[in-house]
Every structure is written in C-alpha cells, then in structure tokens.
C-alpha cells in the first residue's frame, strides 16, 4: 500500500435528519458509544496515528463541515464508522460511501452492536464497505490496523466479516480468533475517559445531555435550557454483558451472544472507573450517567465504588439508571456520596400494569416492590426519575391508561419524584420482537437492514413518533383498523393526549395538558424564527399530531434534508 498519513481515521455519524414539533429539526445519538474513545485511544497508545471526528461537533462548530472535504489529499490506511444504534443506519452508510468514493486506497468498517447484527447483510449490500468488525473491537481494531500496515491476511483478524479476492463473504472463524484475542487489551487496559484523542472535546463534553436530541433550531444555550436536563452527563463506563432478555431490547443477553460471542458480565475495577471520572471531570463533566445494573440484587461493587468517591472527595453528581430495584444499602451509600439534589436515581418499570410489565422486562418486579422504593428514595432524600415504555406487546389501551394512572399517583405522592416520562420504542434489530414478531401480536416493516437504512432515510423515520410496527387489536376499536402508518398516527395522538410530559423545565414532569400547550408554545416560537405563519392551534380534540405537523410543512414548503455529506 503506498505511504499513507494516517492510520485510521474514526468517524462518529449521528442521525443528522430528524424532525419533531416541539424540538423542530434536530439530530440524534449525539454521543459516541463508549467504547469508540477507548479504541482511538489504545491505537493511539500503540504508536498508531489515529483521528477521530464528530459530525455532529463538527456541526456545532462549523454547519458547513464536510468531513470529505476536510481529509481531501490525505492517505488514510483505514476509516472506521460507529454503527451502534440502528438511527445511525441511513448516515453511516451514506458518509462510509462519500469517504469510500474520495479514499478508494482506505479499507473502510462499521463496527457497533447494528453493525455487528447485520453483518453479513452489510456487506454483501454495500460494496463501499470494505469490513465489519463483530463484538467488542479493542483487539479486533489493534489486528486489523496491523495487518493493513503489514499487507497480511485478513482471514487472521478476529472478528472480521469481509469478503475474499473473489467477492465472497468471509466470516473469520471465531475459535481462531478468541486465541489471537487473548493477547489484546483487557477491560482494565481501556481508558474510557480520554476526549483529547477527538477533535474539538471540549465542544463535545459541554454541547450534549440528555435525551441525546440537539435542535439546530436552537442556539446551544437553549439547546441545554429546553432540550436536556441543564448540564452535560459523562456516559461512565462500568461493564459489559446482560443477564436478561426483554421483548424491546436490542442489546438483550441472547443478541449478545450472538454479535460479541458471549453476554458474559465484566465489571471494571474501581480504580479505573474513578480514574476515568476525573478524566472527565478535567473537560468540565460535573455529572456521570451510567446504566449498568445487571445483579441489582448484589450491590457490593457500587457500595464500594460510591465509598472510594466519597472518600476521594471527587466533587460529581451521580445520574443512575437502574433497571432493577435499588437495594436499602445501595439507596443509602448513593445519598452520601452525592447529597446533591442534581443527583439522580432513575428507575424504569415501563408498564404500570404488573402483567405487562412481566410479560415484556427482566428483572420483574412487582408495583407494590416499586412504591416500596419510591417510599424509600423518598424518605433518603433522594431525587428521582420514573420511566414508562407504552405499545407493549400484550398491552391496550386499557392498559396503558393504568401507566398514566401510576403516573399521577406518583407525581402526587412524592417531592422527590422529578421527571415522569413515558416513551415509545421504535423496533430494536436483535430484540424478541423483531426476531419473532407474530409471537407478540406484531406486524413490522423492518426485516432486514435495508429496512432500517431506508426508514431513517425516507419520511417517516423520526425518532419520537415512528415505530416501525403495529400491535394487532391495541386500540380495539376502529382505530385498529389500517397499517403500521395508521398505527403509529393513533398512538401518537394517544400519547399527545394522555401521556405528554413536555415541560418547560425538562428536568421535571408536566401533565398532559401543560405539555400540550407548551408544545404549542414551542411550535410558535419555531414558525416565528423560520418566518412562516403561527400554528393555529394546540395539539387537542379533533387536531392531531399529524394534522399539525401538515400544517407546518405546508407553511414552510419544500426544505433540504440534513445530512453529513
């Protein structure tokens, strides 16, 4: 290969079209998956010339940033593109391809959990893609990279989908290459916490928080005021694996086993996590976000790890996200180490209904085990977070309605309780419900990747009011009636009407009502900034989603898509 400048090239493509009322035109999965960071970072420690690039940083501090423009004239051995989230699928794709065609010498690969799911899919597809790489990509990248510079064989880097001289798909054997793996890094050799090896990292640690949305309408201050809780969240990095496999999830235990080769649970010492808090802390991170409780009941670790904080007296606030119930010991040792009220436990029962909360999350509990931990957080002192999920399989309307329910008795119940969310999920690849659709009463769209690749390329590909399927008999009146389409106006409409949460201060939970009008509040705002015409009205009885989002494009007319190249 001739000489080349750069050795790999990263590149981070978040979905740069995306589109709802009250946040106008925005794009999503603003952060990087985690594990993006350590690997630039362990090449870069192995004397490789490594660049990573945001497109949305690059967005943020420059809207005419074309990433293929930037790295014109340069010689780039390999250019690898995150493709965890399946929202990334049409901008991964689409940027791999612009690269592909200005660096035909560059060996370009996905890697990420879709990546990795559809790997075989990919590459057969998409012949701009050179490689994917399976499963967790540390030793796969540090392999791969090697044998470009030393123009070896491809068939001996673990964990590579690609094809052969003769066009046919390659799967590396996986025996073959555990053995080459167990000479690469371990979890403890990682360093999650290193911004420095991107560009732009101050601009990435202070633009984005959560939901991970950042309107481009909305300058970067309102971005933090009305979008995201009001600050920046580190995501920490504590282990990998699932012990669970619930009907939505798409990183569930068996999807797991499938894409990495094992679900096995890894934790990371505590020193190496309270390392990567003060790294983080050095590029202005004031809260870490992590969500990583696969043994709720076992609490060792975090009872340990939250005492060396505190006895390191690392000044943080704690944002948790626990898919268990937290245990008495756990609640206590978070309140001492962060007695901050910006200190968060979020919990997520999805359903208010017990048997559609048991037929679709692991681990199960109860809703009497529920408020027994909401009494607990209560009476702790600690502020907290509750997060519904609605188009269950096996839920209706009736159902639901008891989530809005639980809602209320919640917001009426507790001082603590801050943000009172209900979400809809679009359809996760690898979850029981795309795998097995029919067994949950579902019809999909999305069979394949180019399933995904053309939803989040055509119009009905926003992240908050598709879907991608329909549950047969959910409404059981006429409104079940139609396609997926139909569906998701029904249930979004459903969701204006008795479960909005909009608030204006997105760090706590409004009614329906108070969100509908701020939504509408919101929507004016917008149409006065763009120059068109106020909406007419709120969201309400006889005026849905879909006849105000109608509204709206007929005032503002054809537009550009966003996109990164």
């Known amino acids: 290969m001739p000489a080349t400048d750069l050795d790999c090239l990263f590149v981070h493509a978040p979905k740069a079209e995306g589109h709802y009322l009250p946040f106008g035109d925005f794009m999503n999965i603003t952060y990087m998956p985690m594990g993006l960071l350590a690997i630039a970072e362990w090449l870069r420690r192995q004397g490789r010339r490594v660049e990573l690039v945001h497109l949305g940083v690059e967005w943020v501090e420059d809207p ?53 799911y559809f790997a075989e899919q990919i590459i057969a597809e998409y012949p701009f893609i050179d490689g994917i790489l399976q499963g967790h990509a540390e030793a796969s990248s ?18 590579l989908v690609h094809r052969d001289a003769a066009g046919a798909i390659v799967v590396n054997d996986r025996e073959h290459a555990g053995r080459l793996l167990q000479g690469g890094p371990g979890i403890d050799d990682l360093v999650f916490g290193d911004l420095s090896v991107m560009r732009h990292p101050h601009t990435y640690a202070s633009s984005f928080g959560f939901p991970l949305a950042y309107g481009r309408e909305f300058t970067k201050a309102e971005n ?12 920490l990095f504590i282990g990998r694996g699932c012990a669970y496999t619930c009907t939505f999830c798409g990183g569930n235990r068996d999807t797991l086993r499938k894409v990495n080769g094992t679900s096995k649970l890894l ?77 968060y436990i979020a919990i997520s029962p999805d359903a208010g209904d017990d048997e559609v909360r048991r037929k679709n999350k692991q681990p199960f509990y109860t809703t009497t085990e529920l408020f027994e931990t909401l009494d607990l957080l209560e009476a702790s002192e600690v502020t907290f977070d509750v997060f519904y999920t609605i188009a269950l399989p096996g839920e209706t309307v009736a159902t639901a309605r008891t989530t809005q329910e639980q809602i209320n008795a919640i917001a009426a119940r507790y001082k603590r309780a801050r943000r009172l969310m209900t979400w809809s999920v679009q359809l996760e690849p690898g979850s029981p419900q ?90 004016s705002l917008l ?19 879909r006849d105000a989002l109608a509204e709206e494009d007929a005032h503002r007319g054809e537009r550009a898509r966003a996109t990164w190249v």
């Open 434 to 523: 795309f795998e097995r659709p029919t067994a949950f009463s579902m019809i999909t769209d999305r069979h394949r990747f180019s399933d995904f690749h053309a939803a989040h390329g055509g119009n009905r590909s926003d992240t908050y009011s598709s879907l991608g399927f329909k549950i047969a008999g959910y409404f059981g009146d006429e409104r079940d009636v139609g396609g997926i389409a139909e569906f998701e106006h029904h249930l979004q409409h459903l969701k204006c009407m008795e479960f909005c949460f909009l608030g204006r201060d997105p760090r706590f939970w409004a009614s329906p009502s108070a969100g509908r009008q701020h939504c509408f509040e919101r929507r």
């Open 527 to 545: 149409a006065e900034r763009r120059g068109i015409p106020a909406p007419s009205r709120p969201i309400g009885d006889g005026w849905t989603y």
């Open 142 to 159: 540090q392999h791969l990279i090697d044998t470009l510079v030393a123009g070896g064989d491809l068939t001996r880097v673990p964990h």
């Open 64 to 116: 005419g940033y074309r990433v293929v423009d930037a790295y014109a004239g340069r010689a780039i051995r390999a250019i690898g593109l995150s493709l965890y989230w399946h929202y990334q699928s049409y901008d991964a794709i689409e940027v791999a391809r612009a690269l592909k065609a200005a660096h035909p010498e560059a060996f370009v690969f996905l890697g990420g959990l879709t990546a990795g």
């Open 224 to 235: 933090r005021k009305m979008l995201t809780m009001g600050r920046a969240f580190f995501p």
């Open 267 to 343: 934790w990371r010492s505590q020193d190496r996590v309270v390392a990567d808090i003060r790294r983080a802390m050095e590029y202005g991170y004031k809260t870490m976000a992590l969500c990583y409780d696969p043994t709720p009941t076992k609490d060792d670790y975090y009872v340990e790890l939250f005492q060396r904080i505190r006895a390191e007296g690392l000044d943080v606030d704690f944002y948790f996200e626990c898919w268990g119930l937290p245990t008495a010991r756990f609640v206590a040792e978070f309140k001492k180490a962060f007695p901050s009220p910006e200190s």
